[in-house]
């Protein structure tokens, strides 16, 4: 059993920045990826960026240059940090991680809201 618990997220104005963090536990004994998707309102949950075991990361084009997704390994835990927030990015953001036995699991969602 895997248990993935999202924290921070809140309201900040548009132009300020956050920092999520994603913790992984339980019956772990490696993991392949981790990372963030969000679903706004009325739309599908989308890729928000992920990063591999091995550093490798990858980003939605709407937030490069604006978040920055890092992995503490020896803590299962995976961090965003997103600058420059914009009333489009208000989400709920969940934290998504997959195993190297193929499992996948998902955490409860944290809200971000942008708004002035």
């Known amino acids: 059993q895997v248990q993935v618990v999202e924290y921070g997220g809140g309201l900040v104005q548009p132009g300020g920045s956050l920092s999520l963090s994603c913790a992984a536990s339980?019956?772990?004994?490696?993991?392949?990826?981790m990372g963030w998707f969000r679903q706004a309102p009325g739309k599908q949950r989308e890729l928000v960026a992920v990063?591999?075991?091995?550093?490798?990361?990858t980003y939605a084009d709407f937030v490069k240059g604006r978040f920055t997704i890092s992995r503490d390994n020896a803590k299962n835990t995976v961090y965003l940090q997103m600058n420059n927030l914009k009333p489009e990015d208000t989400a709920v953001y969940y934290c998504?991680?997959?195993?190297?036995?193929?499992?996948?699991?998902w955490g409860q969602g944290t809200q971000v809201t942008v708004s002035s």
């Open positions: 339980g019956t772990i004994f490696s993991i392949y990826a």
């Open positions: 990063v591999t075991n091995i550093g490798g990361s």
């Open positions: 998504r991680v997959v195993t190297s036995s193929h499992g996948a699991y």
